[in-house]
């Protein structure tokens, strides 16, 4: 549940500044230090209608197999909304997924609940919401399971 508090100008700029590095680090090669920093150790990863993944190996376990079939994601972020224990972000996701003979960029509209608390470093929850009906069959990691 949110607080109705008002979050200062500072802080919003600082959580701004948390998302970027948070998805800019993402596509870094080592996974595991990504994940250590930016998630706690218990956190939950939930994403569509796949199954909730919990703590830092199932994390790490996705985010590689994702990488393996996207290397790299180019992530623009259009909207940040901060509360004191919530972050909202509306971004676009272009990325080629690596067995498309085509090398066609597929573009994927996310909407993304940070559930972390603005003077902490770490989320305890990450809810990503997409439509995945358009990505090609390729990438299976983003369908029904």
């Not at 949110?2 to 870094?28: L, N, P």
Request: charged share 30%; proline share 4%; with cysteine.
């Amino acid at each position: 549940m949110s607080s109705s508090a008002t979050v200062a100008a500072e802080q919003i700029a600082a959580t701004r500044a948390w998302v970027e590095a948070f998805f800019k680090e993402y596509d870094s090669p080592n996974i595991q230090d990504w994940v250590m920093k930016y998630f706690e150790s218990d956190a939950t990863l939930s994403m569509r209608d796949l199954s909730p993944l919990k703590g830092h190996k199932e994390i790490c376990d996705y985010v590689i197999e994702e990488h393996a079939q996207v290397p790299i994601i180019k992530h623009d972020i259009n909207y940040v909304h901060v509360l004191p224990d919530q972050i909202y972000v509306q971004k676009d996701s272009t990325g080629i997924a690596t067995n498309d003979p085509e090398r066609k960029e597929i573009t994927a509209k996310l909407f993304c609940v940070f559930w972390k608390k603005i003077d902490k470093d770490r989320l305890t929850s990450l809810d990503i919401y997409f439509d995945a009906s358009h990505l090609p069959e390729s990438i299976q990691m983003y369908k029904s399971k």
